[in-house]
């Protein structure tokens, strides 16, 4: 069956997102019984009856804790490893992993495919740029398609993306420069960027729901990041297109993990969370509910995701331990760039 989600569906999920917790307004604290905590990012979301059908299956409740985007995320959960804020996380990819592992925030687990015996593949999917047809068509200009492109005139004050500090989204996009651009060359190309009018948001939601003319927000850039799998969500009610697309040419790939926390109150509640992210019923609706694909190679994809959510072909790549060595370094330099 086709899925088709309108703006307005994608506005409703991100506000669905900025919620703190889910199954109760008044969820028990992680320590009591028969509650576990889940710690997150801001985008997570499932679809309606869900967490519910958690909820009923094993007599658990699930409250959620979201302290922001991907990398906030990540220094959060650092930052309390010793007094952990839940039982189970969420959302930390590929480009923060190493950090969670190091500082020994997970626990250890003997799930195949694990990333260093610690994290379990949840999702993934490509981070690329992506563009408002519907902008571009009124303006009559034509729209970019590589990473240079963004830095001409034309196309000054039109790009927003999320901050690399703070946004998992954000980081992974700084990556696929120095994929692009190497050591010697990414710093000039963001200085570039920042020169033809870059504006730097908070996070994926700002950047998207906010900032994008596109993303049901009424914003007035019509570049901004997020992801290959977006443009399906943006096809209006009754019509047949996306009104946005990715630049294929632009993707870094992402993959999002979850883990049982050290110290977590909760630990057998939370692997049975982390069992149920891997199950068919959530592996279904993740690419429904956060534009992401499954790990599960058993899982239904919607239909319309063949033709307008595909993956990059070559999406920029650098090497995990080059990330794990170099990424305090390259944030740190970032900032002095393109923040100042």
Same mark, same amino acid.
């Given at each position: 069956?086709?899925?088709?989600?309108?703006?307005?569906?994608?506005?409703?999920?991100?506000?669905?997102? $900025?919620?703190?917790?889910?199954?109760?307004?008044? =969820?028990?604290?992680?320590?009591?019984?028969?509650?576990?905590?889940?710690?997150?990012?801001?985008?997570?979301?499932?679809?309606?009856?869900?967490?519910?059908?958690?909820?009923?299956?094993? $007599?658990?409740?699930?409250?959620?804790?979201?302290?922001?985007?991907?990398?906030?995320?990540?220094?959060?959960? @650092?930052?309390?490893?010793?007094?952990?804020?839940?039982?189970?996380?969420?959302?930390?990819?590929?480009?923060?992993?190493?950090?969670?592992?190091?500082?020994?925030?997970?626990?250890?687990?003997?799930?195949?495919?694990?990333?260093?015996?610690?994290?379990? =593949?949840?999702?993934?999917?490509?981070?690329?740029?992506?563009?408002?047809?519907?902008?571009?068509?009124?303006?009559?200009?034509?729209?970019? @398609?590589?990473?240079?492109?963004?830095?001409?005139?034309?196309?000054?004050?039109?790009?927003?993306?999320?901050?690399?500090?703070?946004?998992?989204?954000?980081?992974?996009?700084?990556?696929?420069?120095?994929?692009?651009?190497?050591?010697?060359?990414?710093?000039?190309?963001?200085?570039?960027?920042?020169?033809?009018?870059?504006?730097?948001?908070?996070?994926?939601?700002?950047?998207?729901?906010?900032?994008?003319?596109?993303?049901?927000?009424?914003?007035?850039?019509?570049?901004?990041?997020?992801?290959?799998?977006? =443009?399906?969500?943006?096809?209006?009610?009754?019509?047949?297109?996306?009104?946005?697309?990715?630049?294929?040419?632009?993707?870094?790939?992402?993959?999002?993990?979850?883990?049982?926390?050290?110290?977590?109150?909760?630990?057998? $509640?939370?692997?049975?969370?982390?069992?149920?992210?891997?199950?068919?019923?959530?592996?279904?609706?993740?690419?429904?509910?956060?534009?992401?694909?499954?790990?599960?190679?058993?899982?239904?994809?919607?239909?319309?995701?063949?033709?307008?959510?595909?993956?990059?072909?070559?999406?920029?790549?650098?090497? =995990?331990?080059?990330?794990?060595?170099?990424?305090?370094?390259?944030?740190?330099?970032?900032?002095?760039?393109?923040?100042?």
């Amino acid at each position: 069956m086709a899925r088709i989600h309108s703006l307005t569906a994608l506005v409703a999920v991100a506000a669905l997102a $900025g919620c703190s917790a889910i199954g109760s307004d008044e =969820p028990a604290p992680s320590g009591s019984s028969g509650t576990v905590t889940l710690v997150t990012h801001d985008s997570f979301a499932l679809s309606d009856g869900i967490l519910a059908d958690f909820e009923k299956q094993t $007599g658990l409740h699930v409250a959620v804790v979201q302290p922001g985007d991907g990398g906030t995320l990540a220094n959060q959960l @650092v930052l309390t490893k010793d007094a952990p804020l839940g039982d189970l996380m969420y959302g930390v990819d590929n480009t923060f992993a190493s950090r969670v592992v190091s500082e020994k925030v997970v626990a250890p687990t003997d799930t195949p495919d694990a990333y260093d015996g610690a994290l379990v =593949p949840v999702d993934y999917g490509d981070v690329c740029i992506n563009v408002d047809h519907t902008w571009f068509s009124e303006h009559g200009l034509a729209e970019p @398609v590589t990473l240079e492109d963004l830095t001409k005139p034309e196309y000054k004050d039109l790009l927003v993306v999320p901050d690399a500090v703070t946004s998992s989204p954000g980081l992974a996009f700084l990556l696929a420069t120095i994929g692009a651009f190497g050591e010697d060359g990414w710093q000039a190309y963001w200085a570039a960027l920042k020169a033809n009018g870059l504006k730097v948001a908070d996070g994926w939601s700002d950047a998207y729901t906010t900032d994008f003319s596109g993303g049901g927000g009424g914003g007035p850039r019509p570049i901004v990041l997020s992801y290959a799998s977006s =443009p399906p969500y943006t096809v209006p009610k009754g019509g047949t297109e996306p009104t946005t697309g990715a630049l294929l040419d632009t993707c870094f790939r992402q993959t999002e993990y979850a883990g049982v926390l050290a110290g977590a109150a909760n630990p057998a $509640g939370a692997q049975k969370l982390l069992d149920f992210l891997l199950s068919d019923e959530v592996q279904d609706d993740i690419p429904v509910s956060m534009y992401m694909y499954p790990v599960s190679t058993t899982a239904t994809l919607p239909d319309d995701w063949a033709a307008f959510a595909p993956l990059a072909t070559h999406p920029f790549e650098v090497a =995990p331990d080059d990330i794990t060595k170099n990424r305090e370094t390259w944030l740190s330099q970032w900032s002095d760039t393109v923040i100042g």
